[in-house]
């Protein structure tokens, strides 16, 4: 286990970053404290990511920033509604036009750096705001078809236990799904061979006790489906936002392989990093915000220990 801290300067001395770089097993992990944007274009090649595998923030929800931990150092985080954005910022303190724009310069610089014929996959929630469901996806499609993007097809996770609609019963029905909006750069994409899926108990629902979204026919005549049920992310994780393991796994077990280079540029806890990790992937990963960003170390230490 080999764990690196550095700082370092950008090279034209528009602004200091953060960068952390670690190997464990022979697989490198590296993040970056800043906006994806910026470290994107300045740091990161063109065409030397093999899958981007990201959640971004959502419209107006809350600002990662404004976290208070209200029980010492473990568990419990408070988030407050100011809705006051930390500089540089997506989501937050915006109208969605603005909102809008600011993903399209994420997905250019996704472009840029993603090699040909690979993927990017974009995990998005629909949100209800004023009886009206905000459905992200068609804007976002839209979007990255306009940069170049290819749009593949649709995944639907569905959750273990839908989250529920809490004062708004009345109303809103519980929020029991989320979209994997799925990318290519480039129309000649393959979806990898059953050898890089984990099939065990991973995909297996343990509620419903469906095969989730691995489907095996005899070979060769298998198939992956694109709706499964992904459970739900573990609740010690301190980030107000994290997905379940299972999400990021099936996309890069069917989007990356073994020793290949991943990127999420919107990484929060590093619930990605960890999973590619796990699947002997080398990855990037970027967090904006600094007190996530040190969790993200902190977790990514723990991991190291093992
Ligand atoms: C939906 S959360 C991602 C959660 C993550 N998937 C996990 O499992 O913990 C989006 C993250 O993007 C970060 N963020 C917001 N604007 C950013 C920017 N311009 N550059 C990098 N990260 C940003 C937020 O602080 C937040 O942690």
């Known amino acids: 286990m080999h764990f690196i801290i550095y700082y370092k300067e950008h090279a034209k001395g528009r602004y200091s970053l953060e960068n952390v770089e670690g190997i464990i097993n022979g697989i490198r992990w590296r993040t970056f404290n800043g906006d994806c944007r910026k470290i994107l274009k300045d740091y990161i090649k063109a065409e030397s990511i093999d899958c981007i595998f990201t959640s971004p923030p959502y419209y107006n929800l ?48 996704c472009y840029r750096v993603l090699k040909k014929d690979k993927f990017m996959f974009i995990n998005i929630g629909n949100k209800h705001v004023d009886r009206e469901c905000i459905d992200y996806s068609f804007d976002l499609i839209t979007i ?23 004062n708004h019963k009345e109303i809103y029905l519980g929020n029991g799904w989320e979209y994997i909006l799925m990318f290519a750069k480039g129309k000649s994409y393959k979806i990898n061979e059953d050898k ?33 049920c992904f459970g739900n992310a573990k609740k010690k994780n301190s980030h107000p936002a994290p997905f379940p393991e299972t999400v990021p796994r099936f996309c890069l077990a069917i989007g990356a392989k073994e020793h290949e280079l991943i990127l999420d540029p919107f990484v929060g806890s590093g ?11 080398n990855c990037i990963g970027c967090e904006l915000i600094s007190k996530l960003y040190s969790d993200l170390i902190e977790n990514l230490e723990k991991i190291s220990k093992f």
């Open 144 to 166: 990255a078809k306009h940069i170049g993007f290819v749009h593949c097809d649709i995944i639907i996770w569905i959750k273990k236990n839908s989250p529920p609609p809490g």
């Open 62 to 109: 809350r600002s990662y920033g404004d976290k208070v931990r209200v029980d010492g150092n473990e568990g419990k985080w408070k988030y407050s509604n100011r809705k006051i954005a930390t500089k540089d910022e997506i989501g937050i303190a915006c109208n969605y036009e603005k909102y809008l724009s600011d993903l399209s310069e994420v997905f250019s610089v």
């Open 271 to 281: 619930t990605t990093l960890k999973v590619a990790l796990d699947m002997h992937i």
């Open 196 to 228: 890089y899926i984990d099939t065990g108990s991973l995909f297996k629902c343990k509620q419903c006790g469906s095969d989730d979204i691995v489907h095996f026919k005899s070979k060769p005549n298998y198939f992956f489906s694109n709706v499964g």
